[in-house]
């Protein structure tokens, strides 16, 4: 039985963790190759093929119909962090293929790797069906396919980025091996940044057509218990819009967290989702017992939930993944056996999606604006920043899109970059990759060029509409509707038509309509691109600007809107209305007037859309009543006269200010810089200032004023008691779900201008290194350990715990245990952060043998940093040695309650220390070790508890 038939049939049961069953086998590090291989548990495949044959039994017997294939990390990105020159194979079984992979490329370890992996699970199955107890449910091999380890969406913190086109070609080679391996699925895992998904699918797509096959391809994503991927702070809808349409069968969620934190992600996925879902929850959170991270959620507990989503839900697919066993699964199988899956009939609706949510195209209630400011040929401020000898300047774009998504409530953006000055293609990438930051709303990718389009949506990870397809020529013999969908369809996005031809723009009712049914049939019958997905737009014309006598070219667009959308009921329509008061920026009431009149008379014929500035319009009921009878006259009547009477109207309200939302100026100076701070705020201008005998360099107008304030405030003083007290305020937010990390990082970068002066105030007036008098919460060491090369999760809780008040020192990757004790001890750390991707490498986190190697002259806390999204095996601990006797575990208990008194004791003594040296108002803080230290306060819950992707 097919995959997809099955699903339809009944409930699909995965397997369990990977990580779990291979700690409890009988290997060593040669078994992989060498300490510096432990980590690659794909490696199994090559060195002992029959304990992976064996694990993949074990989950069969339990009751799953299908088995993940043991190669999660076997792309080319993955493997290139490895120096497989150096590889042991005096362990490995013989390898096939007649292949050294000491000699190979990465490209052909990842496909060789992948294949080997999906041949066991394909002998594993065989195998099951030959045993007595196989009962004849319709069994499966899952293609495993991780994230590549690096990101394409943009952000603020420091972690390895790639391309559109090396993401893509880097799961190709992965999906070939899986295909050839004999994989009846393919399944993308573990997904934590949307455009990667989008770009390793498609590499896999083009896999596949080269080798004439179709598998059903699976899209899992993790989210934390708000329903975020929190790197980038994708809402679990923003996620499953920005990927239903690009060829995947099959959405669902998996890792991170447990069963009881999933419900709220589970039923917005039932609820929007219309594809089969797939719920694959970790054994619950992560626990640390006797120096070991273990998974306490019972199996019978987990079956129970599962249960209830595919009961009320709708789920499809169920299983296990970090810390799951046989055990979990034959729960879950018997827990679901005899269900059926339930219909779900999910909300309707059109959606476009940005890097953050989803944004519901619905005109039922209210026009769809979409916000024409980010346009190099239609604001000034926009040209001026992109137009220029010195680079864009992506500050001043920033505060063009926070007024319009922010303050006027546009949730879409308009985006063209188009250009005779500067290179459009490069320009459109540039900007739309740096302004979906920290971007609520979704984007219109907007140019006449179709390469600049083809590239600028490699860039934007969501669903975007494109505007625009026409029946014009993109090049000799090519149409724009061909050229444009052809380049873009593979995302999905949806299309604004342009009703122009070869002769222009449609004037008349009947030309737009012409020409609008030409582009629909066409995308509809060449690329299955359905009048839905469409936004047609008839053309507005300047008032005034007719050649024909007798035309109302007004009128006319009103006209075509009503007819096209009889023609193709389920096509929408909109139009760029700032054509309409072409030449009248300059009497600002007046275009009010009548961009007011003419939408509220396009949206009683049916119009959806406008690409428009909110400033320029009113609802036309807060018109004067005589001002709208103008308006309506000139619109629909084509009345010239009352055109010029409302010119006379309009230059007697010249010079009529829209009043800005936000404004800083009416707050006390400290509370303002603390205000700019929280909101990410930037005015980024970069110049130099006199300020006590000496010239400081600034990039940022907050440094002026951090200057004005220090003539009232010493900066220790304004440190401690304002800049610190405002990244608190925000870190409490992160900490609630309130504020996302990117905005978070943006208000982190005002916070580092601040700070630049401060510093740079401090060693000019007291000759000091400032990181000795802040008083910050505490000092972190921080690191990946030793044989872990990933960096994505300690580099992100680098950047929090600096916004949180600490001071960080980051030792990088494979960082030994000795390195962060050496480093502790110079820097009198508080606490030590060591961070891990897979099971192997977090044994390394921790202090063998009971014993705390922390410096004895100064306490210390371990802040451990796992990675929280990965493989099913991530976060299982495995044992550092065998357990021991009860006497010995006795032993070691009275131990550690000794060392925890003392610690406390210790804690205790410094605190008090250190409120006697504040109250005899030193600066200095006193230790009792004798030397200079930090008051800092204990790490609070949520900085101690980070838990970040890499």
Do not use: W
Not at 164 to 176: G, I, L, P, T
Not at 180 to 190: H, P, R, S
């Amino acid at each position: 039985m097919q995959f997809l038939e099955a699903l339809k049939n009944q409930i699909i049961v995965l397997d369990g963790a990977t990580g779990t069953m291979i700690q409890a086998l009988d290997v060593t590090d040669l078994d992989f190759g060498g300490p510096d291989f432990r980590m690659l548990s794909d490696l199994l495949c090559f060195s002992h093929p029959e304990h992976q044959r064996n694990i993949h039994l074990a989950y069969f017997r339990a009751g799953a119909n299908a088995v993940e294939t043991n190669t999660f990390g076997a792309s080319p990105m993955r493997l290139s962090e490895y120096k497989f020159a150096n590889l042991d194979l005096s362990h490995f079984a013989p390898l096939p293929y007649d292949v050294d992979p000491r000699k190979l490329s990465y490209d052909d370890f990842a496909y060789y790797l992948s294949r080997r992996g999906a041949e066991i699970g394909c002998e594993a199955r065989e195998a099951y069906r030959q045993e007595a107890e196989y009962d004849g449910r319709p069994l499966f091999v899952i293609g495993s396919i991780g994230p590549s380890n690096r990101v394409l969406s943009s952000t603020k913190a420091d972690l390895s980025s790639s391309t559109f086109e090396a993401v893509m070609d880097n799961f190709y080679h992965q999906v070939r091996g899986l295909v050839e391996g004999g994989a009846d699925v393919l399944l993308y895992e573990t997904q934590q940044d949307i455009l990667e998904l989008k770009a390793a699918v498609m590499g896999g797509l083009k896999a596949m057509a080269e080798q004439g096959v179709r598998l059903p391809i699976m899209a899992q994503v993790t989210v934390d218990q708000f329903g975020k991927m929190q790197i980038f702070n994708t809402d679990i809808q923003a996620a499953l819009v920005a990927v239903e349409g690009i060829g995947i069968d099959v959405f669902g969620i998996n890792c991170s967290i447990g069963p009881d934190l999933m419900e709220r992600t589970v039923e917005k996925l039932a609820r929007f989702s219309h594809l089969p879902i797939s719920v694959i929850p970790n054994a619950g959170l992560p626990v640390s017992e006797n120096g070991q991270t273990v998974f306490r959620f019972p199996p019978e507990e987990l079956a129970k939930y599962q249960r209830r989503f595919v009961e009320e839900y709708g789920v499809n697919i169920v299983g296990g993944c970090c810390g799951t066993t046989p055990e979990h699964i034959r729960q879950i199988a018997a827990a679901v056996r005899g269900l059926r899956p339930k219909e779900r009939h999910p909300e309707p609706g059109l959606y476009v999606s940005g890097p953050q949510r989803a944004v519901l195209l619905d005109s039922s209630n209210t026009l769809i604006r979409i916000g024409e400011r980010l346009n190099v040929r239609g604001s000034a401020k926009v040209r001026d920043a992109v137009e220029n000898d010195t680079g864009i300047n992506h500050d001043a774009l920033e505060e063009v899109v926070h007024e319009q998504v922010r303050d006027l409530g546009c949730e879409v953006i308009d985006v063209c970059m188009d250009s005779n000055v500067i290179d459009t293609v490069t320009a459109l990438k540039e900007v739309v990759h740096l302004q979906t930051t920290d971007f609520p709303g979704a984007m219109c990718l907007d140019s006449f060029q179709v390469d600049a389009l083809a590239e600028a949506i490699k860039q934007y990870p969501g669903r975007p509409i494109i505007n625009s397809i026409s029946m014009e020529e993109a090049s000799p013999g090519l149409l724009k509707v061909d050229a444009v969908i052809e380049a873009t369809n593979a995302h999905n996005p949806l299309y604004i038509a342009l009703c122009t031809g070869p002769k222009g723009p449609g004037a008349t009712t009947a030309e737009k309509v012409d020409l609008a049914s030409q582009i629909l049939d066409r995308a509809r019958d060449r690329y299955g691109v359905t009048p839905d997905r469409v936004f047609v737009d008839v053309n507005c014309f300047p008032i005034g600007s007719e050649s024909v006598e007798g035309l109302n070219f007004s009128v006319e667009s009103l006209n075509a809107i009503a007819a096209v959308k009889q023609k193709y009921p389920t096509v929408h329509t909109t139009m760029g209305v700032g054509n309409l008061t072409n030449g009248l920026a300059k009497k600002p009431y007046m275009r009010t007037v009548l961009t007011s009149v003419f939408l509220d008379e396009a949206r009683q014929k049916g119009l959806d859309s406008a690409i428009i500035n909110p400033n320029h319009y009113v609802f036309v009921k807060d018109l004067d009543p005589h001002h709208y009878d103008l308006g309506r006259r000139v619109i629909l009547e084509h009345d010239m006269d009352a055109f010029a009477e409302l010119e006379v109207i309009a230059e007697e309200k010249k010079g009529i200010k829209v009043e800005r939302r936000t404004s800083y100026d009416d707050l006390p100076l400290e509370q303002a810089i603390c205000q700019k701070i929280k909101d990410g705020f930037k005015e980024r201008v970069a110049g130099s200032f006199e300020f006590k005998c000496h010239t400081y360099q600034y990039l940022d107008k907050i440094a002026l004023q951090v200057a004005e304030a220090m003539k009232h405030h010493e900066p220790l003083d304004f440190i401690n008691s304002y800049l610190m007290g405002a990244m608190q305020e925000l870190g409490d937010g992160f900490g609630r779900g309130e504020v996302s990390l990117p905005h978070l990082l943006k208000s982190a970068d005002v916070m580092r201008q601040a700070m630049a002066f401060l510093e740079a105030y401090m060693r000019n007036e007291a000759g000091i290194d400032v990181h000795s008098k802040i008083e910050y919460k505490g000092v972190v060491v921080i690191g990946t350990v030793y044989q872990d090369v990933h960096s994505i999760g300690k580099d992100l809780a680098r950047t929090l715990l600096e916004n949180y008040g600490y001071r960080v020192i980051d030792l990088g990757t494979m960082v030994p245990l000795q390195q962060y004790i050496d480093t502790a001890k110079e820097h009198h750390a508080h606490a030590i952060g060591m961070s891990a991707l897979l099971v192997q490498t977090s044994n390394r986190r921790l202090c063998r043998h009971g014993r705390s190697r922390r410096p004895r002259r100064h306490p210390l806390r371990r802040l451990l940093l796992p990675h929280r999204h990965g493989r099913r095996q991530h976060h299982e601990q495995a044992p550092l040695r065998r357990r021991p006797r009860r006497a010995a575990a006795a032993q070691q208990g009275k131990a550690a309650a000794q060392t925890r008194s003392r610690r406390k004791e210790s804690r205790r003594r410094t605190r008090t220390a250190c409120h006697a040296a504040a109250a005899q108002g030193g600066d200095e803080r006193v230790s009792p070790a004798g030397g200079a230290a930090f008051r800092a306060p204990a790490l609070p819950v949520h900085a101690a508890r980070i838990r970040l992707a890499h």
